[in-house]
């Protein structure tokens, strides 16, 4: 007999604790990026780009504190968090985290705006690296997920893999960071984090969240 399925939507409306934790975390984040302002030499041009990691950052919070990790086998979390390892590498690689190739400059730490930084920045002469927080946060979220998925799969008796690499929600992201494009260069990191178009990219983070969290199992 396969698990039932849950279609209320009950399941998805916030308790009072949960909009009074949530407010307690956005005066969290407005406080920091004040403060970030008021000490530092920088001048706000856009709000909706001070935004957008947040956004990522926020879904984050939202999708693991709903979603465990369902019970199985030591074999089956092995080959779930290898998968989501994989698949967090894919998403870095397309995303901009890492590239093979540099400009041999060295590492250093970019004091961006919060969420945006600060950023861990390496160049050596074959590997760029480009940590932007929001971006490490949001793609470790989704290999989480992933990984929770095949689980979920496995508990179900639906063919894991199979189902993994069919499913629209894991390949979306994938897919679309590729055509909203990525970092050039960790030299053009600054310039980049202030006039690259995010607003696509954080839509098909957040839709790629609310799909992969959405567990109709439980």
């Given at each position: ?52 990691p947040f956004v990522w ?95 979920d799969a496995a508990k ?63």
């Amino acid at each position: 007999m396969g698990a039932s399925v849950s279609l209320s939507p009950s399941r998805f409306v916030p308790t009072r604790k949960a909009l009074l934790y949530a407010a307690f975390v956005l005066n969290g984040e407005l406080a920091l990026v004040l403060f970030y302002f008021a000490v530092s030499s920088s001048v706000p041009t856009d709000p909706v780009v001070l935004a957008y990691p947040f956004v990522w950052i926020n879904a984050s919070i939202w999708a693991v504190s709903r979603v465990d990790l369902p019970e199985a086998s030591r074999r089956q979390r092995a080959f779930a968090l290898a998968l989501g390892v994989a698949y967090f590498l894919v998403l870095g690689g397309v995303g901009g985290l890492f590239m093979f190739h540099g400009a041999d400059l060295g590492a250093r730490v970019s004091w961006l705006s919060p969420g945006w930084g600060p950023a861990f920045v390496y160049s050596g002469a074959d590997l760029t690296v480009s940590l932007l927080p929001f971006k490490v946060i949001g793609y470790a979220t989704l290999a989480y997920l992933v990984a929770a998925t095949v689980l979920d799969a496995a508990k179900t008796g639906v063919a894991g893999l199979l189902g993994l690499l069919a499913c629209v929600s894991c390949a979306w992201p994938v897919a679309a960071t590729v055509f909203t494009g990525a970092f050039g260069s960790a030299s053009a990191l600054a310039a980049a984090a202030q006039n690259e178009p995010y607003a696509l990219s954080t839509v098909v983070f957040v839709s790629s969240v609310l799909l992969l969290a959405w567990r109709p199992t439980q």
